[in-house]
């Protein structure tokens, strides 16, 4: 079973330029998460998606980052214009689907990740 | 609010010697799943170990093993004769039951690693 893609490994730009991320899940995964990881620091969520809809954008900065799932399959994150801070990798995942009020945590498995370099 | 601390920033050991890595969590939740994740060098995030809160059986799988006390709000996690290959950062990581209750929501909180170094 192939694994939950990422595109592209590694990117450098300059501070304001624009930048995406490509993800694909793993087939048959309705949930996809998009996390950011500050080199020394643990993965924070950015935004949750189930099928095409956002679960939870709470902690994406939406004046710079915007994130979509057209198809409920593949998605990209862009960052428009970047920062220095911004300077991370970021994490994809995905997960099988689970109906609302049941409590059973299905497995996210991760993505290689994306390094961005803001210079 | 939820809040995951990992209080060790580095471990290193010798081969064939155990480690325990500390976790403690805070949530409100009175549901909620605990997590270890291991990333090795290459980057990816391999999913380890999955407890939830109704059960505080400790167990062994292979060469790792758990300690969840309720009571101190700890997820001890501990690698039994360490090899090389555990070489990593190992991330303890939450989830609780706010985000049961939403459409699929399975946010992970996590820590902020431990990075483990086995020598030979």
């Known amino acids: 079973e192939a694994g939950v893609a990422q595109s592209p490994r590694y990117k450098i730009i300059e501070k304001r330029q624009s930048v995406a991320f490509w993800c694909n899940p793993i087939?048959?995964?309705?949930?996809l998460y998009w996390y950011q990881q500050i080199l020394g620091q643990g993965p924070k969520l950015l935004i949750q998606?189930?099928?095409?809809?956002?679960?939870?954008d709470s902690q994406l900065p939406k004046d710079r980052f915007s994130a979509e799932r057209l198809k409920g399959v593949d998605s990209t994150l862009k960052i428009q214009p970047a920062k220095l801070e911004d300077s991370a990798v970021y994490l994809c995942?995905?997960?099988?689907?689970?109906?609302?009020?049941?409590?059973?945590?299905?497995?996210?498995?991760f993505g290689p990740g994306t390094r961005l370099t803001v210079l | 609010a939820q809040k995951v601390t990992q209080a060790q920033t580095e471990i290193s050991v010798v081969e064939k010697e155990d480690v325990t890595l500390d976790c403690v969590y805070e949530?409100?939740?009175?549901?909620?799943?605990l997590f270890w994740y291991k990333q090795p060098p290459s980057g990816e995030l391999v999913f380890l170990i999955r407890?939830?809160?109704?059960?505080?059986q400790n167990e062994i799988s292979g060469r790792y093993s758990w300690n969840f006390q309720k009571s101190t709000s700890s997820f001890n996690f501990t690698i039994t004769a360490s090899q090389v290959v555990d070489s990593a950062v190992y991330f303890c990581?939450?989830?609780?039951?706010?985000?049961?209750?939403?459409?699929?929501?399975?946010?992970?909180?996590f820590g902020g690693g431990t990075r483990v170094l086995v020598k030979p």
């Open positions: 995942a995905s997960s099988l689907a689970r109906p609302p009020g049941q409590t059973f945590h299905n497995e996210q498995f």
């Open positions: 087939s048959g995964h309705a949930t």
């Open positions: 998606f189930q099928n095409n809809g956002v679960v939870d």
């Open positions: 949530t409100r939740d009175t549901t909620y799943y």
């Open positions: 407890r939830n809160s109704f059960d505080e």
């Open positions: 990581a939450l989830s609780g039951s706010e985000d049961f209750f939403k459409a699929a929501g399975n946010k992970l909180t």
